[in-house]
């Protein structure tokens, strides 16, 4: 039979690893429940903390998202407010190509006022090539070699990193639609007056009454209208000649002011004095570009007189009758493209609503995995406070070990 010595030495070491083991668990519980973190290192929970780890990165990439997503935002509303000075510009130069229309107005004056037109002009062109504080043009196409605005009519997405396509919105407004889509006369037919007529007539741009008609018509083979007298009362009239019609010419028809005269499925009405062998044109219409149609108004308001510095009042008041409707169609564009923009802005506020219910909820994944709940926190405290004393007890009963000797068992 042998026997087991168990040295004091050896007991004190033991209960010091004893007493150091319960103090670290203490300190441990200590450091997690004030910071109320379940999971602090990945030792704690393996699984909890690749949780928590994969939700952070999650979150991670909601923040780049929403930071893409509010760049491109923050470049639509730029290009919508550029878009609307543009919209004034083009009122103001409406209402001074009006003006200029005035029967009471020289030359002189128009010419003042072209001064005024060609400063909007040039306003509008600049804001048209308007660029971001990235340098990259707010509405495409700008050819930075030539200068001119959007020569090259080109459509498309500006380059850089792209972002995540489930929240992204385009970072630029599409120029060719706001700015060269614009049509001439009424946006189907054109009406052109001969620049050899010597009266004063002009016409409206038209009223298309029958689409069908009108389609008909090519640029090759226009209509006219052409004024002569009648060969016995001496009386203004007209004759039609419309390849769209199979009666034509159609006959000789007195000419009233303010009239409707119907030709290729379209109304069109010619007001003024016309003369001998004055004639109106009418072709299909053209794409042409807001800053065509703004040179056309200039060049109408600027060549407004005759050689004698009379008023040349049928081409004056047909060319403005005619720009003022592509200004129209121009307005028209530019209003279309701001309110793409307005979607696209509404597009970017919904996406942003979503990014931020996805990182609410990606946030609650990652606090349930490391984080201590209510009922988790409450455990956790009475934990720590039991640790706490039975670290205590064991201070205090090592310490009265640690007095005794031989000699208080002797005695």
């Known amino acids: 039979m042998s026997i087991s010595r168990l040295g004091t030495a050896n007991m004190y070491d033991r209960t010091i690893n004893n007493i150091n083991r319960q103090q670290n668990e203490l300190a441990s519980q200590m450091e997690h429940t004030s910071a109320g973190m379940r999971v602090i290192r990945p030792s704690d929970d393996p699984v909890a903390a690749a949780q928590a780890e994969r939700a952070r990165n999650r979150l991670e990439r909601i923040a780049s998202d929403q930071r893409g997503l509010d760049a491109q935002k923050a470049t639509i509303e730029y290009a919508e407010s550029t878009l609307g000075e543009i919209n004034d510009a083009l009122q103001e130069f409406r209402s001074l190509l009006?003006?200029?229309?005035?029967?009471?107005?020289?030359?002189?004056?128009?010419?003042?006022?072209?001064?005024?037109?060609?400063?909007?002009?040039?306003?509008?062109?600049?804001?048209?090539?308007?660029?971001?504080?990235?340098?990259?043009?707010?509405?495409?196409?700008?050819?930075?070699?030539?200068?001119?605005?959007?020569?090259?009519?080109?459509?498309?997405?500006?380059?850089?990193?792209?972002?995540?396509?489930?929240?992204?919105?385009?970072?630029?407004?599409?120029?060719?639609?706001?700015?060269?889509?614009?049509?001439?006369?009424?946006?189907?037919?054109?009406?052109?007056?001969?620049?050899?007529?010597?009266?004063?007539?002009?016409?409206?741009?038209?009223?298309?009454?029958?689409?069908?008609?009108?389609?008909?018509?090519?640029?090759?083979?226009?209509?006219?209208?052409?004024?002569?007298?009648?060969?016995?009362?001496?009386?203004?009239?007209?004759?039609?000649?419309?390849?769209?019609?199979?009666?034509?010419?159609?006959?000789?028809?007195?000419?009233?002011?303010?009239?409707?005269?119907?030709?290729?499925?379209?109304?069109?009405?010619?007001?003024?004095?016309?003369?001998d062998g004055d004639s109106f044109s009418i072709v299909p219409s053209t794409t042409i570009s807001i800053f065509d149609a703004l040179d056309s108004a200039l060049d109408t308001v600027r060549k407004g007189a005759n050689p004698d510095g009379s008023t040349a009042f049928g081409t004056l008041s047909h060319g403005i009758t005619k720009s003022l409707s592509e200004l129209d169609i121009a307005l028209n564009r530019v209003s279309t493209v701001r309110g793409l923009a307005g979607d696209l802005l509404n597009q970017a506020e919904r996406m942003g609503n979503t990014l931020l219910a996805r990182e609410e909820q990606v946030e609650a994944q990652r606090v349930a995995a490391e984080q201590y709940d209510s009922e988790g926190m409450v455990r956790a405290i009475s934990q720590m406070q039991t640790q706490q004393t039975a670290v205590s007890a064991a201070l205090q009963s090592y310490a009265s070990i640690q007095k005794l000797s031989l000699l208080n068992y002797i005695s």
């Open 98 to 275: 009006v003006q200029a229309g005035n029967g009471a107005y020289n030359q002189v004056q128009r010419d003042t006022l072209v001064e005024q037109l060609t400063s909007l002009r040039e306003q509008i062109s600049k804001y048209a090539n308007r660029t971001d504080s990235n340098g990259l043009p707010l509405f495409r196409g700008l050819d930075t070699k030539t200068g001119k605005p959007f020569p090259n009519d080109q459509e498309g997405v500006q380059s850089g990193q792209p972002n995540n396509a489930e929240f992204s919105i385009a970072n630029s407004l599409n120029g060719v639609l706001a700015f060269f889509s614009g049509k001439t006369g009424n946006g189907v037919l054109e009406v052109k007056l001969d620049p050899g007529n010597t009266g004063k007539a002009h016409a409206d741009v038209g009223v298309i009454k029958d689409p069908a008609q009108a389609a008909q018509l090519i640029l090759a083979n226009p209509a006219t209208i052409v004024f002569s007298p009648h060969p016995v009362s001496g009386e203004m009239g007209y004759i039609v000649t419309d390849p769209t019609d199979t009666n034509s010419p159609l006959p000789w028809t007195t000419y009233k002011e303010g009239d409707a005269i119907s030709v290729a499925g379209m109304d069109v009405v010619v007001n003024g004095q016309p003369q």
